[in-house]
């Protein structure tokens, strides 16, 4: 019988039959607008706190990071801790930059004119008197002093962007990241704080040949890639539920890049359990980096090798150019931010519905001045026309930010629904380059704790269930988002 029949017949009834028939037909009849997950997020958007948001979002099951720089990508906290600690660097010594005084001395121009430059004690000692007096042990240095080389590890003041990022940042890393004692322990660190936040995949950018025992003499890729493989299959690191692939990363606009992809190409064929893609990276304003540069040398390996994957920055600037259609035409899968691509319709058009996906770096873009104004993000824009996007960290040690506050800007600026919310992260894991029996495992995993995550908290009791959610909390997340939970990504181990 038909709702509107039921209704006919009740109100032909006496007053006290219909008003009883009213309560049974309310009882036993399908709620007309019972909570679904989808309402209920709805709920929470239009009425959470700031921190109950962040909560909700961190507890949100997450798919892949498949933008991730590897030192960039790691808590500085961390870093620090690592030069410092005897314990953890393994008794380490090294020798950090306190002061930049113009010499004479022949042996400066070899090094970049960057406060807080960590050194080996070994490369430390090569160094003339003059040099060596701007230096001191890392253990050395004042309270003041390092804090001051935290922050400086950081984009967390006022006025800095892409100029300290890319010029000064990267080189105050120093060795650690590609010291093959200790690298491969921070990844399993950072392995657990993505852990923590329901990350299922990182896919981090690399360079094999790059790696050096404690003396600085370097390290066989091969030898390289057995010390990964055996450290990421010990139990520590599988506890962490987070599988890890290494791409291959290209400095694109380095003289010998083509040399780089040759050897690239090689690797990953020869370790293409562990090493899954190409990558070419670093300021698409250095205009000896072009993607058209590249077209021979990579039709030439396309020739050579069975399919290798690429994701390739493109589209990181501020005006229009032909980077993002020129790194289709190399064969790109995927697309590293992609900012610009609006401006380009022709290649916009081409990538709507279809198989590239567009890794979007919400944080990074805006503290690295691509996208100062969120409205301005072609984010929102490509996710409903059509275009595959995911989000990424990036950089997130150096953005003082997680995984997280990707979600919370994505949500709070971009009025997503349920859906779109949960496609970004199923995205991330169908444009993976992982092989199809581990995708489809990650993926059905994804998707069960999807199902366990609306149980617990898309239902009316949300609030409730929020309250239970202790999150990682990032200064950025603190500073952008008001919240009051206190910050404590730094200090987890």
């Not at 120093?174 to 491969?184: H, K, M, N, R, V």
């Not at 030898?223 to 506890?239: G, H, K, N, S, T």
């Not at 698409?284 to 050579?304: H, L």
Request: with cysteine; charged share 25%.
């Amino acid at each position: 019988m038909s709702f509107l029949a039921c209704l006919l017949r009740v109100t032909a009834l006496a007053p006290r039959v219909r008003h009883l028939s009213l309560l049974v037909f309310a009882l036993s009849a399908p709620a007309l607008h019972a909570a679904t997950p989808a309402t209920v997020f709805d709920d929470i958007k239009a009425r959470a706190t700031p921190d109950e948001l962040y909560r909700l979002l961190f507890a949100l099951p997450k798919g892949g990071d498949l933008h991730h720089h590897g030192g960039g990508a790691v808590p500085m906290e961390f870093v620090v801790d690592y030069y410092t600690n005897p314990a953890r660097n393994r008794g380490q010594k090294y020798y950090i930059r306190t002061s930049v005084v113009p010499t004479a001395d022949a042996g400066a121009a070899a090094l970049p004119d960057v406060l807080y430059h960590v050194v080996r004690e070994g490369a430390w000692k090569t160094f003339s008197p003059s040099i060596r007096a701007q230096w001191k042990p890392v253990t050395d240095l004042t309270s003041a002093e390092k804090a001051a080389w935290i922050s400086s590890l950081k984009l967390d003041q006022p006025g800095e962007a892409r100029d300290e990022f890319f010029e000064k940042t990267w080189w105050r890393l120093g060795p650690i990241f590609g010291d093959i004692e200790l690298a491969p322990e921070l990844l399993v660190e950072n392995m657990k704080t993505f852990g923590r936040e329901g990350v299922r995949y990182l896919e981090m950018q690399t360079i094999p040949a790059g790696y050096t025992d404690r003396d600085g003499r370097p390290i066989p890729a091969d030898e390289v890639y057995r010390i990964f493989r055996e450290r990421l299959a010990q139990p520590d690191a599988l506890a962490t539920g987070v599988t890890v692939r290494f791409q291959i990363v290209i400095i694109r606009f380095l003289p010998r890049a083509e040399e780089a992809i040759r050897g690239a190409f090689a690797f990953i064929d020869a370790h293409r359990d562990l090493f899954v893609g190409v990558n070419m990276a670093g300021r698409e304003d250095n205009g000896k980096g072009q993607a058209a540069r590249f077209t021979s040398v990579f039709r030439e390996m396309q020739a050579k090798y069975p399919r290798i994957p690429l994701a390739i920055h493109a589209g990181e600037s501020d005006e229009a150019n032909a980077n993002i259609r020129d790194t289709l035409l190399l064969g790109a899968d995927r697309i590293g931010h992609g900012v610009n691509i609006l401006k380009d319709p022709a290649t916009y058009l081409l990538l709507r519905n279809n198989r590239y996906l567009v890794e979007i770096n919400l944080v990074s873009n805006r503290l690295l001045e691509y996208v100062t104004d969120p409205a301005q993000h072609p984010f929102p824009v490509l996710l409903r026309t059509g275009v595959p996007v995911c989000l990424n960290t990036d950089d997130r040690g150096m953005w003082d930010s997680n995984f997280t506050d990707e979600y919370f800007t994505a949500v709070k600026n971009y009025n997503l629904s349920w859906a779109e919310t949960i496609s970004l992260a199923r995205a991330s894991l169908v444009h993976s380059f992982l092989d199809e029996a581990t995708k489809a495992r990650l993926l059905a995993d994804y998707d069960k704790a999807v199902a366990a995550y609306e149980a617990r908290f898309l239902t009316p009791e949300w609030r409730t269930a929020a309250a239970a959610v202790t999150p990682v909390v990032s200064n950025y997340g603190k500073k952008a988002f008001n919240l009051t939970a206190p910050v404590n990504l730094g200090d987890l181990r």
